[in-house]
């Protein structure tokens, strides 16, 4: 199994920055993917950005396109998402998702297959 362990949330100004991490142990030889998502109070969880463990293909959601940016250092197991011009609307909390099998969109909750415990962002205005 892998297990998964954000960091990095915190509470910063409309315009700032962050940069969240996604630190992966376990089987990560077996890793197809890693994806953030995150879920608002109230709203359902939505996808943020992929990227594959092997290659360059990276993913983003059309809200954070040009905002956000998703990396990874497989050396060091982990994947970041540096978060440039927040907005409150992105205000959530924030989870690191790994896809072992191959299945579904990277897009969807439903194609993941660990967790981890999520990491609070809040953007004021």
């Known amino acids: 199994q892998v297990q998964l362990v954000e960091s990095g949330g915190g509470l910063v100004q409309a315009g700032g920055s962050l940069r969240l991490s996604c630190a992966a142990s376990g089987r990560t030889s077996s890793m197809n993917a ?3 998502f995150r ?3 109230g709203k359902e969880r939505e996808f943020v950005a992929a990227i594959r ?13 040009g905002r956000f940016t998703i990396s990874r250092d497989n ?3 982990t ?3 540096q978060m440039n011009s927040l907005k409150p609307e992105d205000t959530a909390v924030y989870y690191c998702a790994c896809q072992a099998t191959l299945r579904g969109s990277y897009s969807y909750t439903t ?3 660990y967790w981890g ?3 609070q962002v809040t953007v004021s205005s």
């Open 111 to 113: 194609a993941y297959d």
């Open 34 to 36: 890693v994806g953030w």
């Open 117 to 119: 415990q999520g990491t």
């Open 53 to 65: 463990w092997s290659g360059v293909d990276t993913y983003y959601a059309d809200s954070v396109k």
């Open 75 to 77: 050396a060091k197991n």
């Open 39 to 41: 879920q608002a109070p």
């Open 79 to 81: 994947v970041y998402l």
